[in-house]
């Protein structure tokens, strides 16, 4: 089924229109008055479900912004297009594909349709031979060639087949099992598998190739570099079998590698790569947490679904943020967001959001394929507090850009130390307090500062920021926490009517890559087509591997 495309531009609509007037009014309002006039902003404007607390209060609006951001939303194709989504319809218009990773996490019992037939059974299918394998593994009953049980497990992936894998391993390093060590390799750089590696026995190693189509170059690349390193120790090509599963939507390809599909585990091309982790894609954090923990994060993926499903817009947190995104975006003219938080855990969350924004929403025609004349999608970015705030917070606090800030936070902390969590917690506050109300040079020059040093020691302030806040990182708030994001960036990219599930964008480089391969290889001798400087840099390369060069 083909999704109607009917949408009046965007920068026509009448709240469009209005929220361009009602900025002209607003614009120069200060958190600090906003604040001032209002003694419960701080409690009004928040959001809770599912065990999240969203404190939007520190962002520039006022409650007009919010009706008319709703108002937004509501005549935008927003109501239809999440219908659409989890009805199974092909959403994402230009690959003619249904887009269901919300199937990924339905309960047994209930049912989503994809070209008419319920995918839930064969992903609960899926689930369970994850389950059976990872507990072998688990339990030491797996065993490679030589007899020995598996210590080490690599996923080699790239992508949406890397970013979700390793940031949930990180971020639930603390519920895995300890005498397994976990690796990623993505990087094509021989630099990454050879480091990875290096200290491992290969009698005791598991690699999962990882790779929705089976074709990406440097997960190929690397998956034969493995096959390699096994096959140096262990000699016999049947050693593959007990030491190499994939996770794939292409078996042909599968086979074509040499891989049993028996060692195969499945998703579908109905689920995007940057919203696979909870797909067969996340089998090494099932490894590495074990089943249950895996289901408690699904589940917690799932509530927060049903939240984005039927909660009313105005307390719909993936609305909410989603439009509170768009107003900086698209009004204040913030270019990015800056992620930040505050448990160390998550320390490549930014990194994986990187994906899940910049690839869905980094577009710049709509759906009907025309040029869009608004900003799209924001640059993301960040790093956990509080190793920022003594890196970039500087330009957050004083540069000459606007910085929207996500604050993460968890009130109680999983590793218990002295005083450690509460100052963590109060940095956190803190930052954000500091952004919103910042110093005033009067407050400045009060405290006795020369005159002529008031000025660097002022904070104009004004500077917004979310705050969000969870109990504790679970696997259950985990799943939480990605769906928000995955369900923003499906509001901001329905209201700015872009198809926020393809990514084009990647294919011009990885064509002219195949094409400069094998001239790099040919030492660069031959005819070279290519712009001035591409030629130049080709044939310096070409030079350095002339037997004569750095002699
Ligand atoms: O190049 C971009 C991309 O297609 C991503 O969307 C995807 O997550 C990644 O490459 C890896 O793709 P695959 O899982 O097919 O190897």
């Keep these: 089924m083909r999704m109607e495309i009917s949408i009046a531009p965007l920068t026509t609509l009448p709240a469009w229109q209005a929220l361009e007037t009602h900025y002209s009014k607003v614009r120069e309002l200060h958190l600090r008055k906003l604040f001032a006039d209002d003694a419960k902003r701080g409690e009004r404007m928040t959001a809770e479900?599912?065990?999240?607390?969203?404190?939007?209060?520190?962002?520039?609006?006022?409650?007009?912004?919010?009706?008319?951001?709703?108002?937004?939303?509501?005549?935008?194709?927003?109501?239809?297009?999440?219908?659409?989504?989890?009805?199974?319809?092909?959403?994402?218009?230009?690959?003619?594909?249904?887009?269901?990773?919300?199937?990924?996490?339905?309960?047994q019992g209930q049912s989503i349709m994809a070209e008419g037939k319920d995918v839930v059974p064969q992903v609960r299918a899926v689930l369970a031979r994850m389950a059976g394998f990872s507990n072998r593994v688990r339990s030491g009953e797996w065993k490679g060639h030589t007899g020995k049980r598996i210590?080490?497990?690599?996923?080699?992936?790239?992508?949406?087949?890397d970013l979700g894998p390793v940031m949930a391993y990180e971020a639930l390093r603390f519920y895995s099992q300890r005498d397994l060590t976990f690796r990623f390799v993505?990087?094509?750089?021989?630099?990454?598998?050879?480091?990875?590696?290096?200290?491992?026995?290969?009698?005791?190693?598991?690699?999962?190739?990882?790779?929705?189509?089976?074709?990406?170059?440097?997960?190929?690349?690397?998956?034969?570099?493995?096959?390699?390193?096994?096959?140096?120790?262990?000699?016999?090509?049947?050693?593959?079998?007990?030491?190499?599963?994939?996770?794939?939507?292409?078996?042909?390809?599968?086979?074509?590698?040499?891989?049993?599909?028996?060692?195969?585990?499945?998703?579908?091309?109905?689920?995007?790569?940057?919203?696979?982790?909870?797909?067969?894609?996340?089998?090494?954090?099932?490894?590495?947490?074990?089943?249950?923990?895996?289901?408690?994060?699904?589940?917690?993926?799932?509530q927060m679904d049903e939240h984005f499903r039927t909660a009313p817009f105005e307390r719909n947190l993936p609305v909410l943020m989603g439009l509170i995104g768009l107003w900086n975006n698209n009004f204040f003219g913030a270019q990015t967001v800056a992620v930040l938080p505050y448990e160390q855990y998550l320390k490549r969350f930014?990194?994986?959001?990187?994906?899940?924004?910049?690839?869905?929403?980094?577009?710049?025609?709509?759906?009907?394929?025309?040029?869009?004349?608004?900003?799209?999608?924001?640059?993301?970015?960040?790093?956990?507090?509080?190793?920022?705030?003594?890196?970039?917070?500087?330009?957050?606090?004083?540069?000459?850009?606007?910085?929207?800030?996500?604050?993460?936070?968890?009130?109680?902390?999983?590793?218990?130390?002295?005083?450690?969590?509460?100052?963590?917690?109060?940095?956190?506050?803190?930052?954000?307090?500091?952004?919103?109300f910042g110093k005033t040079s009067q407050e400045v020059q009060a405290?006795?500062?020369?005159?002529?040093?008031?000025?660097?020691?002022?904070?104009?302030?004004?500077?917004?920021?979310?705050?969000?806040?969870?109990?504790?990182?679970?696997?259950?708030?985990l799943g939480k926490l990605i769906a928000l994001y995955e369900h923003s960036v499906f509001t901001q990219g329905a209201i700015w009517g872009i198809d926020s599930f393809d990514q084009w964008g990647v294919e011009l480089g990885k064509a002219l890559a195949a094409r400069i391969i094998p001239e790099l290889e040919a030492g660069a001798e031959g005819q070279l087509t290519h712009d001035g400087s591409t030629n130049t840099l080709i044939k310096r390369y070409g030079r350095a591997k002339e037997p004569s060069h750095g002699r």
């Design 49 to 107: 479900a599912v065990g999240i607390y969203f404190d939007y209060s520190k962002h520039r609006i006022t409650d007009e912004t919010l009706r008319l951001l709703l108002q937004l939303a509501e005549e935008s194709t927003l109501r239809a297009r999440i219908d659409a989504m989890f009805r199974g319809e092909k959403i994402n218009v230009t690959e003619k594909r249904a887009v269901l990773h919300v199937a990924l996490r339905a309960p």
């Design 151 to 161: 210590r080490n497990v690599i996923n080699i992936g790239i992508g949406g087949s």
């Design 447 to 477: 405290e006795g500062t020369p005159t002529w040093l008031a000025p660097h020691r002022t904070f104009e302030g004004n500077r917004p920021s979310s705050t969000f806040l969870l109990e504790r990182l679970t696997p259950e708030a």
């Design 350 to 436: 930014p990194a994986y959001l990187q994906q899940l924004t910049m690839e869905s929403n980094g577009k710049h025609v709509t759906l009907a394929g025309t040029e869009v004349d608004y900003q799209t999608g924001p640059i993301y970015w960040g790093e956990p507090g509080t190793n920022g705030q003594h890196s970039f917070y500087q330009l957050i606090h004083q540069g000459t850009k606007l910085i929207p800030c996500d604050f993460i936070g968890f009130l109680r902390p999983l590793n218990p130390l002295g005083r450690h969590h509460d100052l963590l917690f109060a940095n956190m506050l803190a930052q954000a307090e500091a952004l919103a």
């Design 186 to 302: 993505s990087n094509v750089d021989g630099t990454d598998f050879a480091e990875a590696t290096r200290d491992l026995d290969p009698e005791e190693t598991l690699f999962i190739i990882s790779s929705k189509t089976f074709t990406t170059l440097e997960t190929m690349t690397n998956a034969h570099t493995a096959r390699d390193w096994l096959l140096q120790t262990l000699k016999h090509p049947a050693a593959v079998a007990r030491h190499f599963v994939t996770v794939s939507t292409n078996a042909m390809e599968v086979t074509k590698f040499g891989i049993d599909t028996a060692n195969m585990f499945e998703f579908w091309d109905w689920v995007g790569g940057r919203y696979s982790m909870d797909s067969a894609i996340g089998l090494s954090t099932m490894i590495a947490i074990g089943p249950d923990h895996f289901r408690a994060m699904l589940n917690g993926f799932h």
